[in-house]
């Protein structure tokens, strides 16, 4: 729709770039993996984020034309490509997180505006303003309850769930998308906050932050 | 700490992840220039505060961010049922003093909190009432 | 471990204890032992140690009575160490472990030569119930200091001074069901439901699980019960559906079936937690636990019998005789009177014989008690007294005898002669009390049951009880109910319950209990030696009825007049007692009297499991921009702005002090302000919040919220917007920029975004859900950098592509463009009143921007800036910050902010219905002016009250109040915002500012623009 503006953040390959995590890093280290790890971190830094609002049906169809899959059926789930390299995740009745490999978020956002056509809808460009964090190992579930109200239980929280969860005293999107894999999609302005957090929470399990 | 059925979300939640926004169903005056003062203050200012069944306006701040309904019983507590923006009670005081629920209009569906459906709370509530 | 050390109590051979296992500790400061498995109250016995403590009120020595959470008298604090101290521990639940450092909580000096007691002795006379109230409330000022020294007398434990070496956390659990207590019905409720395949927790709060069975004399299939406990705990255990969670006490039960669990787990291992793979593991845990259903089985507390000093070291609670001997092989005394109104109590007189130790007597309040039991402590030949009680105990430290007389219950008094019997141990049963302490968390209100003589919990929906806490207290039926109510619980969840085989449990033949409460005395209640009903707040039969002669009818009065329940105690022991002696004064029955309602937490529960990990720099989230490490390392210091942390000010070392001082936090903000208005300041501005507002609609909805017109904005344009609540009161305000026609991007104060955002979506969805808009926060996505003075162009024209040409890209309009490389939104708005540059870059690429700009800014004098600096400048220019110069009462009028309100629109915008009610046209409100002090050397306080005439008789009539008050560099004057009556009218005049320390200020009213007023500056 050539009512809204539409901005390509991407750069010459040669300017520096930092993750929301670049300070915590430099601040509080980053504990390397070992065999005692129960938990490991990983952070998936500059990824695609744009955030789809509008009808189910008209996104959808949209949706299915660029990307191939289309949006995840239920509320709090999540669609992925074949590959899990990009996923779409309910958030609302009427809004989707939709995450891809970085540098590809302008495009699609063009080509899903170009099917999309006169549909009432938006489309916003969060990229800078979130990163992902990917758990793993035998305690990762344990440290989740820590720190959140949610019920990560995996007969509450199945393989393919998403959510809006309390996490300590800040908020942040968590999802599951594969058996052993937990996902935290963070605001850049709490991602030390949480990092830290889960640093501090992660402690007895050893945690390994890999980078 | 209240357990809250999201209409949207479709499952329950803590407590922390919502916000009350006080009494449910306050429409803002069509015309507000047609009101008086004393209508208007009315409007801004004056909320019931009733013991039993409170029809309130909540949002579901960290989650879908969408504004919902709550029937709570304001002694026990009990939350008796969720509802979408738009749509009507199906618990009301006045229901319940009648001893039936308005069977004609939309309700959201698993809104119902209670463990043994609504004609079990229902009861449960008059009781308490009484 | 050092040599053994006698332990004159300790059984040979018997109870639950690792007798391989030595433990050192002290108390009070003398050395004792015990073994792995006691508790510290259990070893203490081992040692006959008899004074664990002094009473809060009186000073009167006191023992340990109880063995569990019910014990009111040995409150211990512990730790060797400062940092390690815990207060209020109760002995009888705390593990031995070696080392262990005790002292008692109250006793000054000492626990056996107390200094207060004195005091109590005499004292005491004058301390009848109400005496707080009556003696220390008036004068009302002086409390303060009679307070401390009677809490340094009696003691209430102290906090730590130094700083926690240990961690804590919380666990967020959910589960179908919720087992509250691990005795026989807890665990066959337990088993019933994990074996159904439901989530299960089990807490318990004592060191095993197990409860009544681990010091049981009933066998289970012809054995010992604790085998039949080891034998479900392992099956549990080994269940994937279930969490068994021992040392964990349910302390609060909250709404909607959220109960929180505190679970110690380092605690019975040593004064801090053990290192475990170099990481200090976590000392205790809150569980905050969501269930669909819980089952209380948490048992009974007996009830101890209300006699003539029956506080006295050496009376127990029968069954606490039973736990001690049978589960840690120590017994209490060498000769023990019992003193019952019930079957069950015998047991304690049976395991005392069986311990080889002498039954001077039991003593039955019944005429005719007939049953197993009996039969089985006269086949021991011990002598029973029937239709009599003890109704005195003799003895200071540690009781000489007691005094046991024919009673008449219904006409409460003492018949017969009194017999003296010596003994050294008087247990006492009055019945059992069901623990109803969770139930009543939740509002239930408990009934009262004639048959079990106790109060049975109330139960809303979703909780049940099982066994002796809803006062089934026979074994077989008790494992049964258990069982029965576990199924009734997973039915409700829609489950259904697989049956659970139950062990054989012997019959036995009982007789029914009498009612008795209080023992009469020969002398009437108040002339006779105290009888104590709350061993813990001192709180004695006289004393309730002394409260009920003095009119307090309620049992909630009387509980708050003599202190009978208050505290860590929450009326365990003494609350039934209690009641039934108010209903014994007021003639009346005990559930006409009623219960008091037992509040959170069922015992102390420590500031570190409460807080977990949200202490130190975890206590509250900062929020960083994505410029934080960069003003860290430029020593930038920093001011908390909601959760951010935004540059306050970045002091500078003084270019003349050797050793390297910094400007202090004038002189940084005076260099920074000049640096400004004379060259050019850059400002981190990330935190301001950012909406991407995007519809056909949008327009028109910006229209509805915001005070303005927005109908004309052009795509390329930026404006000011004020916001109102529909009361007409300022809100939030903010420059909304155009993108595209059906595109713009909002921005909101710092503190004000998440609300503004929310606002915006609750008149979205609850009154125009027509209107086709959506709100998207980009706070995140964008890194903004404000560069702002006369030399901005220059530096910027130096790193970007977009022409900055004055007449090409105006002030009030953003262009697209490239800085440092990087895609940018530039926006030509200012909060300063000079030339500014607002530039917005994707968040990751900031850093990048921001070091280039000081790449290139050196030769303009680019100095960096901070929320004071932009706080003065801004306040120069009388632009308002909400929250600071307004509070919730200011209208855009009283701002004389007219400009900014469309009275024409069509739609009737948030509050714009009340600026024409009758308060909002008045012409005495309080406007925003200018203050100039008359003495430039004055900086105003802020929050300081105006007055028109300062010789006004006190109190003077106020007229506004300071709302920001800054010393100006550019103006080399003290200059202040205001609120004042009228103000906009009085335009000259003087008023004054009288301040606490007895000076007065004056000040001139002027327009709040002290710089710049035409705005030529921002325009060049």
Not at chain 1, 9 to 26: G, K, M, Q
Not at chain 1, 177 to 202: I, M, Q, T
Not at chain 3, 451 to 460: D, R, T
Not at chain 3, 944 to 956: L, N, R, S, Y
């Amino acid at each position: 729709m050539s009512n809204a503006a539409t901005f390509d953040t991407r750069t010459e390959a040669n300017i520096p770039v930092e993750s929301p995590l670049a300070y915590s890093y430099h601040r509080s280290g980053a504990p390397a993996p070992s065999a005692k790890s129960r938990v490991i971190l990983r952070e998936r830094p500059f990824l695609g984020h744009l955030v789809l609002r509008g009808g189910a049906i008209v996104l959808d169809e949209a949706v299915r034309a660029v990307l191939g899959f289309g949006l995840p059926a239920r509320p709090n789930t999540l669609s992925q490509s074949e590959d899990g390299a990009r996923s779409i995740q309910w958030l609302s009745p009427d809004e989707w997180l939709l995450i891809v490999p970085g540098g590809e978020e302008f495009e699609l956002e063009g080509a899903l505006r170009n099917a999309l056509g006169d549909a009432h809808y938006a489309i916003v460009n969060v990229s800078g303003g979130q990163t992902l964090l990917e758990l793993s190992g035998e305690k990762a579930r344990e440290l989740l309850m820590k720190s959140t109200p949610s019920d990560v239980h995996p007969e509450a929280f199945p393989v393919g769930k998403g959510v809006t969860a309390v996490f300590a005293k800040a908020n942040l999107i968590l999802r599951r998308p594969a058996e052993n894999r937990w996902e935290l999609v963070l605001r850049r302005s709490f991602a030390d906050y949480c990092y830290r957090w889960l640093l501090d929470a992660g402690a007895e399990y050893a945690i390994g932050v890999e980078k | 700490m209240f357990h809250i059925y999201c209409p949207y979300c479709e499952e329950h939640r803590e407590e922390e992840e919502f916000r009350p926004k006080g009494q449910a169903h306050i429409v803002r005056p069509k015309d507000p220039e047609a009101c008086s003062d004393e209508e208007w203050g009315d409007y801004l200012f004056f909320r019931d505060n009733p013991r039993g069944i409170h029809h309130e306006l909540w949002v579901h701040a960290v989650g879908c961010r969408k504004f919902f309904n709550v029937t709570r019983h304001t002694v026990t507590y009990e939350i008796l049922e969720t509802y979408k923006m738009g749509e009507q009670p199906r618990i009301t005081a006045e229901s319940l003093a009648s001893g039936e629920t308005q069977g004609n209009v939309q309700v959201a569906g698993g809104g119902q909190q209670t463990v043994s459906g609504s004609n079990a709370a229902v009861e449960a509530v008059k009781g308490e009432q009484a | 471990m050092s040599k053994s050390l006698e332990q004159p109590n300790r059984l040979k051979e018997g109870g639950r204890i690792d007798r391989s296992r030595k433990l050192d500790f002290t108390f009070n400061g003398q050395r004792y032992q015990g073994h792995a498995g006691d508790t510290l109250a259990s070893a203490l016995l081992a040692n006959g140690v008899d004074i664990v403590n002094r009473s809060f009120k009186y000073s009167r020595p006191r023992g340990i009575v109880a063995a569990g959470a019910e014990e009111p008298n040995a409150l211990v604090q512990l730790g060797s160490t400062e940092a390690v101290q815990v207060p209020n521990v109760r002995a009888t639940q705390q593990a031995l472990f070696d080392g262990l450092v005790a002292r008692s909580t109250n006793g000054w000096p000492n626990v056996q030569r107390d200094v207060m007691s004195l005091v109590g002795k005499l004292g005491g006379r004058f301390m009848p119930p109400g005496f707080y109230y009556k003696t220390f409330m008036a004068p009302a000022s002086m409390w303060m200091t009679y307070e401390k020294y009677i809490r340094k007398g009696a003691g209430l434990g102290r906090s730590p001074m130094e700083p926690d070496p240990d961690s804590y956390d919380h666990l967020n659990r959910h589960c179908d069901l919720l087992v509250i207590g691990a005795g026989p019905a807890g665990l066959a409720a337990a088993l019933t439901a994990a074996r159904s395949g439901a989530r299960v927790i089990l807490a318990d709060e004592q060191e095993e699980m197990g409860g009544s069975l681990l010091d049981s004399r009933e066998l289970l299939d012809q054995q010992p019960a604790a085998k039949w406990v080891e034998r479900v705990l392992a099956e549990l255990a080994g269940l994937d559906n279930v969490t068994l969670l021992p040392r964990t006490t349910a302390n609060g039960y909250h709404d909607h079936h959220f109960v929180t669990l505190h679970e110690r787990r380092t605690e019975h291992l040593g004064e801090t937690a053990p290192l475990v793979d170099g990481h200090r593991s976590v000392r205790s845990r809150m569980h905050r636990v969501r269930a669909g259903q819980v089952l209380l089985a948490t048992g009974a507390h007996e009830r101890p019998l209300v006699y003539a000093n029956n506080d006295v070291p050496g009376n127990l609670l029968a069954g606490a005789v039973s736990t001690y001997i049978r589960r840690y092989g120590v017994v209490p005394g060498n000769k023990l009177v019992l003193s019952t109104s019930n079957d069950h109590a015998y047991r304690a007189a049976l395991d005392w014989v069986e311990a080889g130790r002498e039954v001077v007597a039991i003593v039955d309040a019944r005429t005719n008690p007939q049953g197993d039991w009996i039969d089985a402590a006269k086949a021991k030949g011990i002598r029973i007294i029937t239709g009599s009680a003890v109704i005195e105990a003799k003895g200071e430290k540690r009781v000489s005898a007691a005094r046991v007389a024919k009673i008449d219950l219904g006409a409460f008094k003492v018949t017969g002669q009194a017999e003296t019997l010596a003994c050294d141990t008087i247990a006492s049963s009055g019945g059992y009390s069901p623990v109803i302490h969770l139930a009543s968390h939740t509002g239930a209100r408990p009934t009262w049951n004639e048959e079990i003589l106790g109060f049975v919990p109330g139960l809303v929906k979703g909780v049940h009880a099982a066994g002796s806490a809803r006062g089934i207290h026979d074994l077989a039926a008790g494992l049964a109910d258990g069982v029965a109510m576990a199924a009734q619980a997973l039915e409700a969840l829609g489950q259904s319950a697989k049956a659970v085989e139950l062990p054989q449990v012997d019959a036995r033949r009982e007789g029914p209990a009498c009612a008795l409460y209080q023992v009469p005395h020969e002398k009437p209640t108040l002339r006779a030696p105290k009888q104590f009903v709350d061993l813990q707040n001192d709180v004695t039969a006289g004393g309730i009825e002394l409260a009920t002669r003095e009119g307090f009818e309620s049992i909630e009065h009387v509980k708050r007049y003599t202190a009978m329940g208050f505290g860590t105690d929450q009326g365990k022991l003494g609350n039934i007692n209690g009641m039934a002696i108010a209903a014994r004064c007021l003639n009346k029955s005990i559930p006409e009297v009623g219960t008091t309602v037992f509040r959170p937490n069922y015992t102390p529960v420590t500031f570190g499991a409460i807080a977990g990990r949200h202490c130190r720099d975890l206590f509250d989230p900062e929020r960083y921009t994505a410029l934080h490490q960069w003003h860290v390392e430029h020593g930038a210091e920093f001011e908390d702005v909601g959760q951010w942390k935004r540059p306050w000010y970045f002091p500078q070392v003084r270019p003349d002090a050797a050793n390297g001082e910094r400007e202090s936090m004038a002189e940084a903000v005076a260099r920074e302000c000049r640096a400004v208005r004379e060259k050019v300041g850059i400002l981190d501005a990330s935190t301001l919040g950012k909406i991407d507002i995007q519809g056909p609609d949008a327009r028109e909805f910006l229209g509805r919220i915001y005070t303005n017109k927005w109908e004309k904005l052009a795509v390329g344009k930026c404006r000011y917007g004020l916001m109102c609540k529909d009361d007409g009161m300022v809100t939030d305000d903010g420059v909304t920029s155009c993108l595209a026609d059906n595109h713009f991007l909002m921005t909101t104060t710092t503190g004000g975004a998440a609300a503004v955002l929310e606002w915006l979506e609750l008149w979205h969805q609850t009154e125009w859900p027509e209107l086709n808009v959506t709100f998207t926060s980009v706070t995140d996505h964008w890194a903004t950098m404000t560069i702002t003075g006369p030399e901005a162009r220059n530096l910027l024209a130096e790193i970007t592509d977009i022409d900055l040409d004055r007449d090409a890209f105006k002030f009030m309009e953003w262009r697209a463009g490239k800085v440092a490389g990087v895609p940018a939104r530039v926006f030509r708005i200012s909060f300063t009143g000079e030339l500014t540059y607002e530039i917005n870059v994707q968040a990751n690429y900031a850093m990048h921007v921001w070091k280039t700009l000081f790449e290139h800014g050196d030769k303009y004098g680019l100095t960096p800036y901070g929320t004071e600096t932009m706080h003065v400048l801004r306040a120069e220019k009388g632009f308002i910050i909400v929250g600071q110069d307004t509070d919730g009462s200011v209208t855009p009028e009283d701002l004389g902010m007219q400009w900014c309100v469309g009275y024409d629109k069509p739609f009737s915008w948030i509050g714009k219905r009340a600026l024409t009610r009758s308060d909002t046209r008045r012409t005495d409100r309080k406007q925003l002016v200018g203050l100039k002090p008359k003495d430039p050397k004055v900086v105003l306080e802020e929050g300081a009250q105006i007055v028109f005439d300062p010789k006004h008789a006190i109190p003077m009539p106020m007229a506004g109040h300071v709302t920001s008050s800054y010393y100006s560099p550019t103006l080399d004057s003290g200059f202040a915002l205001a609120v004042v009556k009228g103000g906009q009218q009085k335009m000259g005049e003087t008023v004054y500012l009288p301040m606490a320390d007895g000076q007065v200020h004056e000040a001139e009213i002027v327009s709040p623009i002290f710089v710049d007023p035409k705005g030529e500056r921002q325009n060049v």
